[in-house]
């Protein structure tokens, strides 16, 4: 069985000052009858004394009423057959087994506590105070239950609430993981294939140049050897990203970073015409620019898949409070077919568009593919 939440101090202090209730009302007539207010006669005092100690033992129980419920709660209903004082530790007890034990186990104990409270008048041997004790005794014990089982009731359905909003939350982050994870994937997608992208043409370059001197061969070498070592540690960050809840992320380049592709591309034979006219570009939001980037990106990769050699124009223009234009255009052979993963970088492309709340469009118009898109710019 689940155990009980813990109680705090006040909840403690709260129990047994109710619990210890009849003992101090026990404590101030034994004061009243020392002061010589009342009557005092040896048994009197011994009385007094007898039943505080028995509700001074039914405090002391009361610690060990969440360990031993039920036997706790038997005990202290046994000592109020001789102690006024002990009721309240055994109320309290009572109420602590019906909040927190099935029914089961508080309709014995509760028919025990009726008795016990019933049979403490047999000692006055007065017929009537028996029968009122035993219908008050009804009366309170059958309310206390009612009382603990629907504390009992309103503390599982907390607990299930609870769990309930531990288990969404659980899921949200699994699905914010996943999200964060895919988006990772999505990024390293456009880096690798760039990357292996610049390898074919520079791969292809060796292949099929003759006329390549020695040092230009050497160059050419060492380009696809750094290409490779940068894709290589782009790959080993994202698998050790994507194998881990935290930690590294995927890399995240922006507008700032545009003019060294253009430099790379360049350097691996690309034919790469720029026109910039953004303005106020430092006031770029950081998002904006790292979309703009992979778009860029995306669009130089996709033509040299399908115009390989051919000449690529890039045009970026845009201001705060307008937004950012970025045109791509290249040659488009007739009859050229997709490769390997054809148009997907494209669906991709327009996937983030989308969620970054811009437009993209692609066409062929005048034997040339453009790739248009449209990202707001807030001022």
Not at 257 to 278: K, S
Not at 315 to 331: A, F, K, Q, T, Y
Request: hydrophobic share 45%; charged share 20%.
């Amino acid at each position: 069985m689940q155990e009980p939440p813990p109680l705090d101090r006040m909840g403690i202090a709260l129990r047994y000052l109710a619990a210890a209730l009849p003992l101090l009302f026990y404590f101030a007539v034994l004061i009243s009858l020392a002061a010589g207010r009342a009557p005092m006669t040896q048994d009197t005092v011994m009385g007094l004394v007898t039943d505080m100690a028995l509700g001074m033992a039914g405090l002391v129980l009361m610690w060990w009423r969440r360990r031993w419920p039920w036997q706790i709660a038997l005990a202290t209903a046994v000592l109020t057959v001789y102690s006024f004082s002990a009721l309240g530790p055994a109320l309290v007890c009572y109420v602590s087994l019906a909040m927190h034990r099935p029914w089961r186990q508080c309709v014995p104990v509760g028919v025990v506590f009726w008795l016990c409270v019933a049979g403490s008048t047999l000692w006055s041997a007065t017929a009537m105070l028996t029968v009122t004790y035993g219908v008050v005794g009804a009366a309170v014990l059958g309310g206390l239950t009612i009382l603990g089982l629907y504390l009992r009731g309103r503390r599982d359905l907390a607990a299930i609430q609870r769990e309930a909003e531990q288990a969404a939350q659980r899921q949200r982050v699994e699905q914010a993981q996943l999200a964060e994870r895919l988006k990772i994937a999505q990024e390293m997608h456009d880096v690798l294939a760039h990357r292996i992208s610049l390898l074919a043409m520079l791969a292809g370059g060796l292949a099929y140049r003759t006329d390549l001197s020695p040092e230009q061969t050497r160059e050419t070498a060492l380009a696809i050897q750094e290409n490779a070592h940068q894709s290589l540690n782009e790959l080993r960050a994202v698998l050790g990203t994507l194998r881990r809840d935290g930690g590294m992320e995927a890399p995240q380049p922006t507008l700032a970073h545009l003019d060294a592709l253009f430099e790379e591309v360049r350097a691996a034979g690309q034919q790469v015409e720029v026109d910039d006219a953004i303005d106020g570009r430092e006031l770029l939001p950081t998002q904006t620019g790292r979309h703009a980037y992979r778009i860029v990106q995306e669009a130089l990769t996709n033509a040299r898949k399908h115009a390989p050699g051919s000449h690529v124009r890039a045009e970026l223009g845009g201001r705060p409070g307008e937004e950012l234009r970025i045109r791509v255009s290249n040659p488009a052979p007739s009859g050229a077919a997709a490769g390997p993963g054809g148009r997907l970088g494209l669906v991709g492309l327009a996937e983030r568009t989308r969620m970054a709340g811009g437009t993209i469009t692609h066409s062929v118009a005048n034997g040339r593919f453009i790739l248009d898109a449209r990202l707001p710019w807030e001022a």
